[in-house]
Antibody
Framework: EIHLLESGGGLVQPGGSLRLSCAAS????????MNWARQAPGKGLEWLSY????????YYADSVRGRFTTSRDNAKNSLYLQMNSVRAEDTAVYYC?????????????WGKGTTVTVSS | DIQMTQSPSTLSASVGDRVTITCRTS??????LAWYQQKPGKAPKLLIY???NLESGVPSRFSGSGSGTEFTLTISSLQPDDFATYYC????????FGQGTKVEIK
């Protein structure tokens, strides 16, 4: 069964750092591009970042560019989001999602999410 | 950046109703549009991709149409399991979500 599982969320102080992980199983992880998205409490979905299968190309939303870094370790079937200089507005549920591929860039598999709270 | 305008923001309907949600984009995205369903506390679930393609396992009462800048999601006969929030998403240029439409019980 195809599965994504995020971890690493928690309480972090403004200006602090946190590293989220996403463990993939049930598919050939290195063959797929991946995205991170988030959802602030009571708000809609926001795309955050993209990484290609080899980990050589990344794109970021303006809201996190320069503060967040996405990376992957295909040997460990894992995706990461390094969050630095966090702000109160980064409080959200963070999801990793698989990009379908084969000419399609929709997000066909999602993890259950991990919650990040930024507060002093 | 491509802007998304989804309407309505809230929709009250009864079981058996035909429901239509609209999504407009600030520039043409061809057919690079997806629809997701999200229930409280759960991850989004892909329903429709490439504007009109039904994701495997999704009931046939869901359908999508449109191209260019205007798209619709239709639920032909609303079922109790369909009360949820629906989001459109463009993936022509990076990714952008619409603001969401909450379908609630009338």
């Amino acid at each position: 069964e195809i599965h994504l599982l995020e971890s690493g969320g928690g309480l972090v102080q403004p200006g602090g750092s946190l590293r989220l992980s996403c463990a993939a199983s049930g598919f050939t992880f290195g063959s797929y591009e991946m995205n991170w998205a988030r959802q602030a409490p009571g708000k809609g979905l926001e795309w955050l970042s993209y990484i290609d299968g080899s980990g050589s190309t990344m794109y970021y939303a303006d809201s996190v560019r320069g503060r967040f870094t996405t990376s992957r370790d295909n040997a460990k079937n894992s995706l990461y989001l390094q969050m630095n200089s966090v702000r109160a507005e980064d409080t959200a549920v963070y999801y990793c999602a698989r990009v379908r591929g084969v000419g399609e860039a929709n997000m066909d598999v999602w993890g259950k999410g991990t919650t990040v709270t930024v507060s002093s | 950046d491509i802007q998304m305008t989804q309407s309505p923001s809230t929709l009250s309907a009864s079981v058996g109703d035909r429901v239509t949600i609209t999504c407009r984009t600030s520039q043409s995205i061809s057919s690079w549009l997806a629809w997701y369903q999200q229930k409280p506390g759960k991850a989004p679930k892909l329903l429709i991709y490439k504007a009109s393609n039904l994701e495997s396992g999704v009931p046939s009462r869901f359908s999508g149409s449109g191209s260019g800048t205007e798209f619709t999601l239709t639920i032909s006969s609303l079922q109790p399991d369909d009360f949820a929030t629906y989001y459109c998403q463009q993936y022509s240029s990076l990714w952008t979500f619409g603001q969401g439409t909450k379908v609630e019980i009338k």
